[in-house]
C-alpha cells in the first residue's frame, strides 16, 4: 500500500481534474457563443486581405494604425453597406412578389406571335404555348404559385433575423479592426498552440488553413460577385424589374455553384414572353458570357493562392454551405484541404508498390 508508484496514480483527483477542465471548456464556450459568428467572419476577411494590408503598409511608410483604418472603412463601404442595402432591398421587393403568388388573376398571358417565325417548329410551338395558358393561363399558373407563393414566404421569414444578422456583422467589423492591429500576435498564438500540438505538422495546417481561406475567397466569393454584378447589370439594363433582388438571388446561387443561369434563363423568357424579342436577345448572349466565365476566372484566382485540386474546393465550398450556411463556405475547403495534404503526407511515408500486377495476381492465387 506504500508503494511510490500506487501513490502518484490519483484516480480520483485524475477524474477531478479531467472533470475540472472540461467543465471550464464548456464554460468558456457558453461564455464566448454569441460573439463566435462574428470573429470567425472576422478571421476569414482578415485572413482573405491581409496581403493586400501588408501592400498598404508598405505605402503608406509603415504606419499599421493608417492601414487598419483604411482597410476598416473599405470593409464598411465595400461590404457591410452593399450587404445592409442588399438585405433591406430584399425585404422590400418581396411584397410584389407574395401578392403576385397570392393573386396571379391579373397577370395577362401574351399572345407570343414571334413563335411563329422559329424555323420548321415555329407553328407546333405556337399552337402548344395557346393550348397551355388556354383559359387565361390558370392551368399554367396554378403549377407555378405552389412554388413560387413558397419560396417568397420563406424570404420573407428570414427577414425576422435582420436583427441577429447586423449584429454579426457590427462585431464582425469591431473583430476586424482587433485583428488588422494584432494580427501577427494572432496568428502567432494559433501556430505556437498547433506546434504544442501536432509539432511541425500543426504548423503547416495553420498555414494550410490560410492558403485555403485565401483561395477560397479569391475563387468562388469573388468570381460568385462578379457573375453577380455583371449579371445584374445585364437585367438592369435590359429593363427587369427587382433587378437587385434578382442580383442577390444570383449571387448565391454562384456562391452554392448552381450558376448565374438560373436566375438569367427566366429573365430571357420572360422578356421572348412579353414580345421584348431584342432586349431578350441581348440578354441571351449576355447570359451565356456570364455563365461561363466562371470557368476561366475560378481556376486562375485559386490557383493564385492555393495548389489544391479543383474539385476538392468546390466539394468543400457546396458541402461546407449546405452543412454550416454561408460560413461553411471556408469551413468546408480548409477541412478538405487539411484532410487532403495530411493523408498524402502520411501515405507518402510509405513507398511506392514495387510488383507489377501480374505478380499481386499470383500472390493471390497462392493464398
Not at 445592409?84 to 403576385?100: D, K, T
Not at 422578356?271 to 470557368?295: A, P, Q
Request: one cysteine or more; glycine letters at 8%.
Amino acid at each position: 500500500m506504500n508503494d511510490p508508484q500506487l501513490r502518484r496514480f490519483d484516480l480520483p483527483k485524475l477524474m477531478f481534474g479531467v472533470i475540472f477542465i472540461m467543465i471550464m471548456i464548456i464554460a468558456s464556450f457558453w461564455v464566448v457563443q454569441p460573439f463566435i459568428m462574428g470573429f470567425a467572419w472576422a478571421g476569414m476577411v482578415v485572413i482573405a486581405t491581409w496581403p493586400l494590408l501588408i501592400r498598404l503598409q508598405n505605402l503608406l511608410w509603415g504606419k499599421r494604425w493608417l492601414a487598419a483604418i483604411i482597410m476598416t472603412i473599405l470593409l464598411v463601404l465595400l461590404f457591410v453597406i452593399p450587404i445592409a442595402l442588399l438585405v433591406s432591398s430584399l425585404v422590400e421587393n418581396s411584397g410584389p412578389l407574395i401578392q403576385w403568388a397570392s393573386s396571379p388573376s391579373n397577370l395577362k398571358m401574351p399572345d407570343v406571335t414571334w413563335l411563329k417565325s422559329v424555323p420548321m417548329v415555329g407553328n407546333k410551338l405556337y399552337s402548344g404555348w395557346h393550348t397551355l395558358i388556354a383559359g387565361g393561363g390558370n392551368v399554367l399558373i396554378a403549377k407555378v404559385q405552389p412554388y413560387v407563393g413558397a419560396a417568397a414566404t420563406w424570404l420573407v421569414a428570414q427577414a425576422a433575423h435582420i436583427g441577429y444578422f447586423l449584429i454579426h456583422l457590427a462585431l464582425m467589423v469591431l473583430f476586424s479592426i482587433l485583428l488588422y492591429f494584432h494580427g501577427e500576435q494572432v496568428g502567432l498564438g494559433i501556430r505556437h498552440f498547433a506546434v504544442r500540438a501536432a509539432d511541425k505538422r500543426g504548423d503547416a495546417v495553420v498555414v494550410l488553413a490560410a492558403k485555403a481561406i485565401r483561395a477560397v475567397a479569391l475563387g468562388v466569393v469573388v468570381t460568385a460577385l462578379v457573375q453577380a454584378v455583371l449579371g445584374g447589370i445585364g437585367l438592369a439594363i435590359a429593363g427587369i424589374q427587382y433587378a437587385t433582388l434578382f442580383t442577390v438571388l444570383m449571387f448565391i446561387c454562384c456562391v452554392a455553384q448552381l450558376g448565374p443561369l438560373l436566375i438569367l434563363i427566366p429573365a430571357v423568357i420572360w422578356l421572348y414572353w412579353t414580345g421584348d424579342s431584342t432586349w431578350g436577345t441581348i440578354l441571351l448572349v449576355w447570359s451565356c458570357i456570364v455563365g461561363t466565365m466562371d470557368n476561366v476566372l475560378r481556376p486562375y484566382l485559386i490557383r493564385m493562392e492555393a495548389d489544391m485540386p479543383m474539385i476538392l474546393i468546390l466539394s468543400g465550398v457546396i458541402g461546407g454551405l449546405l452543412s454550416f450556411g454561408m460560413i461553411g463556405l471556408f469551413i468546408g475547403p480548409v477541412v478538405l484541404a487539411i484532410s487532403y495534404r495530411l493523408t498524402s503526407a502520411w501515405v507518402s511515408e510509405a513507398p511506392e508498390p514495387e510488383e507489377s500486377l501480374t505478380e499481386v495476381a499470383k500472390h493471390l492465387e497462392e493464398l
